[in-house]
């Protein structure tokens, strides 16, 4: 397993571009774009998606998806997971003989926060799921966001971009950054099964909103806790309660809000001694 915490890299050239243009005033600027290239998946011969990335840990991402699609199974052996820069594929091999020329009619999956997702098969995928009793304490959130919003990244250097953080505790572990919070998921969720990351005592922290497609991927993985500085959508909460995920929201300084799983919450700290969020701890990044 490489070592942890597993960082952003915001200075690696690969991930962004300075670009020149015009500010306001008409004056010449440039500044930092994320990159945005395509990564076709395979799953042994059969091609399953091609999916727009900012092209960092590849095979996480391929491992992710095709897990939180269903095509991985748990007891899925993986004989090998082979990244090629040219070509920008990653094929996953498994000892199981696998085909899913049913699932793959859309190939294309965009940057689109919500686009491209077998979101049917997903839903099946929670009949009968039970999420571990896990216990989340107030302390943990607060010292989570402060850290996680103060760390170096790609969204501090040029926004655009999503960010997910695996956590253990009040510890980041593994932060994963792209363009679509679903690939930043499933970076994670590649991680943990390709290094055998056990999920009932870790927190899923997002700094996008907590959507039906989050809360989903999030209980697929077996994570009982999703948290977000962001808001909720009405569908992600309904979701999140009849799987039994804890779901905690708008966390900015002292305040979060807690609108599913309020059993697992622990609130072991006073809100009035928290410091209040410093706006320039997380400045705002040009979108």
């Known amino acids: 397993m490489p070592d942890l915490p597993l960082l952003p890299d915001p200075t690696d050239p690969r991930l962004t571009r300075r670009i020149s243009g015009t500010d306001q005033t008409g004056a ?18 059969q091609e399953i998606v091609t999916a727009m990335t900012i092209g960092d840990h590849p095979e996480y991402l391929a491992l992710g998806f095709l897990r939180n699609q269903g095509m991985l199974r748990s007891d899925d052996v993986v004989t090998g997971v082979d990244y090629d820069d040219e070509t920008e594929t990653v094929v996953v091999r498994t000892e199981r003989e696998t085909s899913y020329e049913e699932k793959v009619q859309k190939k294309t999956r965009t940057s689109g926060c919500a686009v491209g997702t077998v979101f049917g098969d997903m839903m099946e995928g929670l009949e009968g799921l039970t999420l571990p009793d896990a216990q989340v304490r107030s302390s943990w959130l607060y010292a989570l966001a402060k850290e996680i919003n103060t760390t170096p990244s790609l969204y501090l250097e040029a926004g655009a971009i999503h960010g997910t953080v695996l956590c253990q505790g009040d510890r980041p572990l593994v932060y994963m950054e792209d363009v679509g919070r679903h690939n930043a998921v499933d970076k994670i969720s590649g991680f943990m099964f390709r290094h055998g990351v056990a999920a009932q005592d870790k927190i899923l922290y997002t700094t996008g909103r907590l959507t039906s497609e989050m ?37 900015r300084g002292q305040r979060f809000v807690c609108l599913s799983g309020e059993a697992r919450l622990l609130r072991d700290v006073d809100p009035a001694s928290v410091p209040e969020e410093d706006r320039k701890s997380r400045r705002k990044a040009a979108e």
């Open 28 to 45: 010449p600027t440039e500044i930092a774009v994320v990159e945005e290239r395509p990564l076709t998946i395979y799953l042994n011969r």
């Open 215 to 251: 809360v989903i991927k999030t209980a697929l993985m077996g994570i009982p806790v999703l948290a977000s500085r962001s808001g909720f959508t009405a569908w992600g909460v309904e979701i999140a309660r009849q799987v039994g995920l804890t779901l905690i929201g708008r966390m």
